[in-house]
């Protein structure tokens, strides 16, 4: 079934991303979802991959050209490699690799839980990894790009979300260090960069008490949550450069200048608030966030 939702940009002008196949994880919801069907409004072929196969074949049957999809957890290499075969011999090649797949948790880390903790992780870090290691054979071939989904986290250290941050400014290192690699090859590598966007993943951590308060006192504009579409088209706009950087929100790209100076700053400030909110702390959740956390804490295969 074909979608509606053409995407910005492309009335009147033939599709830049039109016979190429584009690989989205995380593809049932949010930003991956939306991604998908983005980059399928220019032309391109989908390959969606995720943990909830119902969702992921309503995806599917919203876009706007061919699609498969397919469950993996992308901390599952073997799985991943299975699936990476499997969109090759389908589609015949794979042009763009997304690993946007990811899970977040809050809280002090000294309460937390390691089961949790870890798993953000191996699904934010690792299955980042996974995925490059599993389409970069053809993303060889095909001269292709790898986008990893990275995060304002990467940027910037940030108390009650340790796990997020550590993989976060993980997957930038790794990407930066994998473009180093294959560029020479003909392969780009981009690092794209989110704010708080309005994703399940978002909405979710907002319903624990302290978590929304400490983030509505972050300063302007690091405080707001920003609709979803506008961040999208950024990223593909960033696939469809072969960017080294993309920003989902304008003022991402000044903080690059400002990193030198936020640990001090954000330490400074943490102090105080953490001294705030430390009777109210014992009350914030430990599990992973969102309807995204929930599925995978759920539809992960059993001894994930």
């Not at 061919?66 to 011999?89: F, I, K, N, Q, S």
């Not at 089961?115 to 299955?127: A, F, K, Q, S």
Request: with cysteine; hydrophobic share 40%; glycine share 16%.
């Amino acid at each position: 079934m074909k979608g509606t939702d053409s995407g910005a940009g492309t009335a009147g002008r033939r599709p830049v991303l039109e016979g190429r196949v584009a690989v989205v994880t995380g593809a049932a919801r949010g930003v991956g979802e939306l991604l998908a069907r983005k980059l399928s409004a220019r032309g391109a072929t989908v390959a969606l991959v995720g943990l909830e196969e119902d969702r992921l074949k309503l995806v599917g049957e919203r876009l706007h050209g061919p699609y498969g999809h397919w469950y993996a957890d992308v901390t599952d290499h073997a799985a991943l490699g299975r699936v990476a075969h499997e969109v090759a011999g389908r589609f015949g090649r794979v042009d763009i690799a997304v690993a946007n797949a990811g899970v977040a948790t809050g809280g002090p880390f000294a309460g937390s839980d390691p089961d949790t903790w870890r798993r953000v992780i191996e699904v934010n870090l690792v299955g980042g990894a996974n995925t490059a290691r599993a389409f970069l054979p053809a993303l060889l071939e095909s001269r292709g790009y790898f986008l990893q989904v990275a995060s304002l986290a990467a940027l910037t250290p940030a108390p009650m979300m340790t796990a997020y941050c550590a993989s976060k400014s993980g997957v930038e290192a790794f990407a930066h260090g994998l473009r180093c690699e294959v560029g020479h090859r003909g392969v780009g590598v981009g690092v794209g960069y989110l704010s708080w966007t309005d994703t399940d993943m978002v909405r979710g951590a907002d319903r624990d008490e302290v978590m929304r308060e400490l983030r509505q006192r972050l300063p302007w504009p690091s405080n707001r949550t920003y609709p979803l579409g506008p961040a999208v088209d950024r990223l593909v706009a960033g696939i469809e450069r072969r960017a080294p950087h993309v920003y989902g929100q304008w003022w991402l790209r000044g903080m690059q200048g400002a990193r030198p100076y936020l640990p001090g700053l954000i330490a400074t400030v943490g102090r105080r608030e953490m001294r705030r909110f430390e009777p109210r702390l014992a009350r914030v959740g430990r599990g992973l966030v969102g309807a995204g956390g929930q599925a995978d804490e759920t539809g992960r295969p059993s001894g994930g």
